[in-house]
């Protein structure tokens, strides 16, 4: 399986939880079905992480479109243009990367003290500032960077991150849905991957991004 079916899937996936919340709430199985989205999307980050030529344009991209996603995201949760104290996903993704970045340093054995103090700011901001997943998403994007391959251990190693990150963290900072738990039923998706692109130009690039805030936009404008 590609990258660009991944994301389409993860898309797919995010738009039915989102859809339960604004225009659909009597249907709880899509909130069910939308608990696989965000692995998704956290393992797709790390994937970018890990072939990005820049890390540095990478973070502003994805910080531009945190800024751009920050009203549509408001909106769909809140019914406000301003929300304060709920922020949207990709600000968890941004934070997760930080993290990652900092974990590679520590590894290799550089800039040890600097990068001690960006995964423990990274988790406190996300939890301050109540990022979408809070510190939980934080740590699953950490988890698929740390875990990252096909072996028989590393698949295992997922599978208890991811299962203890939904069940047990995401149950002590306000996540405590039982439906939370089936996150780990991305994983098999997930393991499908064959690390190949698929279908890729600019086009597709930049409807990938834009697909989050204006679908938010969107099902905000109908549920109002």
Excluded at 67 to 86: A, C, K, Q, T
Excluded at 203 to 223: D, E, G, R
Aim: aromatic residues 12%; charged residues 10%.
């Amino acid at each position: 399986m590609s990258s660009f079916v991944l994301h389409i899937l993860a898309m797919l996936l995010m738009l039915c939880d989102h859809l339960q919340l604004t225009l659909l709430p009597e249907l709880p199985v899509l909130r069910c079905i939308g608990r696989l989205a965000f692995p998704l999307f956290a393992f797709m980050a790390v994937e970018g992480y890990l072939h990005t030529r820049s890390l540095k344009n990478y973070l502003l991209r994805l910080l531009m479109l945190a800024v751009i996603s920050e009203i549509p995201f408001d909106l769909l949760v809140s019914g406000s243009v301003f929300y304060p104290v709920h922020q949207n996903v990709i600000w968890t993704i941004i934070l997760g990367l930080c993290c990652i970045w900092a974990f590679e340093n520590i590894a290799a054995g550089r800039k040890m003290m600097p990068s001690a103090v960006v995964i423990i700011a990274s988790l406190a901001a996300a939890i301050i500032a109540r990022v979408d997943y809070s510190s939980a998403g934080v740590l699953t994007l950490l988890a698929f960077y740390a875990f990252r391959g096909n072996t028989l251990w590393c698949r295992l190693l997922q599978l208890l991150s991811l299962g203890f990150i939904n069940l047990a963290l995401h149950g002590g900072i306000g996540f405590s849905y039982p439906y939370q738990a089936l996150a780990v039923l991305s994983l098999p998706i997930i393991w499908l991957y064959n690390g190949s692109q698929g279908l890729h130009n600019g086009v597709i690039k930049t409807a990938n991004y834009l697909f989050y805030p204006a679908h938010m936009l969107i099902l905000a404008l109908f549920s109002a």
